[in-house]
């Protein structure tokens, strides 16, 4: 049994079991690759299949039939998501699909039990999947079906567009300047909460403060309602279902019963607290009685009888995909950029020059002034390609495909790992510095490598708030720092963990002070 303890050992133990596994490999480099990570993850307890690795040398197919995977509900140890984490787990994950992705020329084949995952990381990659062949590849959801029901996120083909339709209005930069109103009175608040904290000196998770935020502005300016939820408590919960360290517990819990029985475990619970949040959300008087925001779309939608699948029930599943999709995402952006900017005081500063002219004149924000926040935007969209949010992408093959000379079968996996390509010299100078100025001039983002930064995926299936995320996110920056000295009180610098989502590992213990 091999244990590597860090990524130099993890190199060397793949490269000694090549050079074992040489005089049984076939010729091919292909054929070669897999089979070092196949031995080096069976040395980590994985099963390896061999009768697989046999066909795929003689250049036979290994039939898979799309769909045999199992519906999971609660995470499930069928589930890709479980499986990587025991890669993930390891001391730098990150740096190891790095290190692994120069070594294979940005696509490392991966056999996890039954299935076989294919980790991409190069540009062309990402465009070949995602643009040139988004036909042959499905998205994959397994296990995280009950935080996103059947809504569009989660679902492929005709379907999908006939319910991304309706909803797509709702995006368009022309809507904007109606929903900054009520984005600056989610930071109201929170500048209210922090108010109160700073005078209690009470230390609090930066990370659940954006995502109270960040629920705050989507359910005022996209739903027209209040937020009559704990924000802290129901995202706390969803959080213990996204990481996969919990899945085991929760799939133990579903086996003795239904969904409602299965336990007090807090992941366990995840899912009730869950299930009643877009109801009640529904539910709740509008605030101003808007009648053309996300949510009268969609309602409008229900009513249409040339789309019968939009039906309620579709209505509150859309609403729990913007929750989510929306929130956290938004909300690991803010906290993550905040927390740059308390390690770079500089940057910190050009932020408040910045935000001190827009705002000392005490008017509420509009468009054009949040546009003068250039130097904040860079900062959040360099924040984007150092932390990505959404750090892979996954997909399933539909159909037989070819990348880099590895056959990808229907049924494999493909990940596409953004994370990777943010990082990579080959397409980012100084990659592991943060430099917001990256993305200060039209000419520095015209330079950069087409496809080697994607914070917000490609193609069709791109994000739908994409613009409107690094809007909300450039106001509460500067509006936040321009009231407050945050204070990072953890005891070591933050770590980026993969779960579902890329989240600080311990959290951000912060302290804020009034100015
Ligand atoms: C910084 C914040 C955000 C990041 C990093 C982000 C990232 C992404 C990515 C990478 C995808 C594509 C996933 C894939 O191809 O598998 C996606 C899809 C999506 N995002 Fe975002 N997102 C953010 C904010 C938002 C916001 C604010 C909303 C809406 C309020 C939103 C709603 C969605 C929806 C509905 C989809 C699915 C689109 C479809 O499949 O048609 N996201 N997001």
């Known amino acids: 049994m091999i244990r590597a303890q860090n990524l130099e050992d993890f190199i060397k133990s793949v490269d000694f079991l090549k ?29 390896r299949e061999v009768g697989d690795i046999e066909k795929q040398k003689n250049g036979g197919e290994v039939p898979r039939k799309i769909g045999e995977d199992k519906y999971s509900t609660l995470g499930n140890e069928e589930s890709i998501w479980f499986k990587l984490s025991v890669l993930l787990n390891t001391e730098n994950p990150m740096k190891i699909l790095a290190r692994l992705s120069e070594k294979y020329g940005g696509c490392v084949p991966v056999n996890l039990k039954s299935d076989k995952v294919f980790f991409l990381s190069e540009p062309q990659h990402f465009r070949h999947v995602l643009i040139n062949n988004e036909q042959k590849y499905i998205k994959y959801f397994e296990g995280l079906k009950p935080i996103f029901g059947n809504s569009m996120i989660t679902i492929d083909g005709e379907l999908w567009q006939k319910i991304r339709k309706p909803q797509q209005p709702a995006f368009h930069p022309n809507m904007y300047a109606d929903y900054i ?72 819990r579903q086996v003795s019963g239904s969904l409602e029985e299965i336990g007090e475990e807090p992941p366990a619970k995840a899912i009730d607290a869950w299930l ?22 969609m309602q409008r939608a229900e009513e249409d009888d040339s789309v019968p699948e939009f039906d309620r029930q579709q209505t509150i599943d859309e609403m729990k995909q913007y929750l989510w999709a929306g929130t956290e995402t938004t909300a690991l952006t803010t906290a993550w950029a905040i927390y740059m900017m308390t390690i770079n005081p500089e940057m910190k500063e050009k932020v408040r020059a910045e935000a001190k002219k827009v705002f000392d004149n005490n008017s509420p924000p509009n468009s054009e002034q949040i546009r003068q926040l250039a130097y904040t935007k860079s900062v959040i969209q360099e924040t984007l390609r150092f932390y990505p ?35 990579n010299p080959k397409y980012w100078k100084n990659p592991e510095e943060f430099e917001p100025d990256r993305f200060e001039s039209q000419e520095a983002i015209r330079a ?8 917000f995926g490609l193609g069709k299936r791109s994000c739908i708030g994409g613009a409107m995320a690094i809007l909300e996110s450039t106001l509460a920056l500067a509006e936040l720092l321009h009231h407050f000295e945050p204070e990072y009180v953890g005891t070591k610098p933050a770590v980026p963990e993969a779960t579902v989502t890329l989240v600080p590992k311990d959290g951000l213990p912060f302290r804020f002070h009034k100015r």
């Open 181 to 252: 109103p009520h984005f600056h009175s989610a930071v109201e608040t929170r500048i209210n909460v922090w108010n109160n904290l700073s005078s209690t000196g009470q230390t609090v998770d930066l990370l659940e403060e954006t995502w109270a935020l960040a629920a705050e502005m989507v359910a005022k300016a996209l739903f027209d309602r209040d937020v009559p939820f704990n924000p802290h408590v129901v995202f706390n919960a969803v959080k213990s279902y996204t990481d996969v360290q919990n899945h085991k517990s929760i799939r133990l």
């Open 448 to 455: 950069q490598v087409k496809y080697s930064y994607l914070p």
């Open 389 to 423: 949010p959404i750090w892979s992408l996954i997909r399933t093959a539909q159909e037989t495909d070819h990348i880099n000379g590895h056959r990808i079968r229907p049924g494999d996996k493909v990940v596409l790992s953004t994370y990777v390509s943010h990082h």
């Open 276 to 297: 009643e949040l877009p109801p009640i959300i529904f539910g709740a008087e509008p605030r101003n009685h808007r009648t053309n925001t996300l949510l009268t779309m």
């Open 19 to 47: 050079s074992q596994a040489i005089e049984n490999c076939a010729s091919e480099d292909c054929a070669m690759a897999i089979k070092n990570i196949d031995n080096f993850l069976a040395a980590l307890g994985y099963e």
